[in-house]
T-cell receptor
Framework: AQSVTQLGSHVSVSEGALVLLRCNYS??????LFWYVQYPNQGLQLLLK??????LVKGINGFEAEFKKSETSFHLTKPSAHMRDAAEYFC???????????FGTGTLLAVQP | GAVVSQHPSRVICKSGTSVKIECRSL??????MFWYRQFPKKSLMLMAT?????????EQGVEKDKFLINHASLTLSTLTVTSAHPEDSSFYIC??????????????FGAGTRLSVL
């Protein structure tokens, strides 16, 4: 069985500040991990993915995430927030025969001017 | 990049009518597509996995007679909400699996369909 926990349903940062969105996972098989972003009334856009290669993954829009097996974490970071980063962010895990995506409950990121 | 088109983006219908939502992979062939439902301020709930040329696999608790899925070609899957009722109002999102290199398959998402049943 697989699951994802996103700590903090709402995160607010100032423009230019560090963004840290937390994600912990549980998986009985080696996981694939993803971060998606969703803007209002839109579908999901893939930010980055971990696929058992490098543990530090760089994605689009300046985001990156580090896979830490010992902590079962895959936190998303960005050094400097922009107003356009305001959106909902979902962490997801997949793996095993079905490769279904299991999503966390999402974190709404607000960026204050 | 991989593009998935979903149509319509928004639909309003009367209770008791049926609504069809289309999901197309525009620049790749998708043997597998997925349908999700998203409630307000909630995460995505997988409804079913749609496989080209075969019956869809529904998740537990999803009524297959209520949510009909047809994956007739490698680029098109449709979700039909039959005899829609107000409780079916939701945001429906499709995704298509693009076979990639290595051992992971990435899902690319459509823009979603906002269904409102009056």
């Amino acid at each position: 069985a697989q699951s994802v926990t996103q700590l903090g349903s709402h995160v607010s940062v100032s423009e230019g500040a560090l963004v840290l969105l937390r994600c912990n996972y549980s998986s009985s098989v080696p996981p694939y991990l993803f971060w998606y972003v969703q803007y209002p009334n839109q579908g999901l856009q893939l930010l980055l993915k971990y696929t058992s290669a490098a543990t530090l993954v760089k994605g689009i829009n300046g985001f990156e995430a580090e896979f830490k097996k010992s902590e079962t974490s895959f936190h998303l970071t960005k050094p400097s927030a922009h107003m356009r980063d305001a959106a909902e962010y979902f962490c997801a895990v997949s793996g095993g025969a079905t490769n279904k995506l299991i999503f966390g409950t999402g974190t709404l990121l607000a960026v204050q001017p | 990049g991989a593009v998935v088109s979903q149509h319509p983006s928004r639909v309003i219908c009367k209770s008791g009518t049926s609504v069809k939502i289309e999901c197309r992979s525009l620049d790749f062939q998708a043997t597998t597509m997925f349908w999700y439902r998203q409630f307000p301020k909630k995460s995505l709930m997988l409804m079913a996995t749609s496989n080209e040329g075969s019956k869809a696999t529904y998740e537990q608790g999803v009524e297959k007679d209520k949510f009909l899925i047809n994956h007739a070609s490698l680029t098109l899957s449709t979700l039909t909400v039959t005899s829609a009722h107000p409780e079916d109002s939701s945001f429906y999102i499709c995704s298509a699996r693009r076979p990639g290199t290595g051992d992971v398959n990435i899902q690319y998402f459509g823009a979603g369909t906002r269904l409102s049943v009056l």
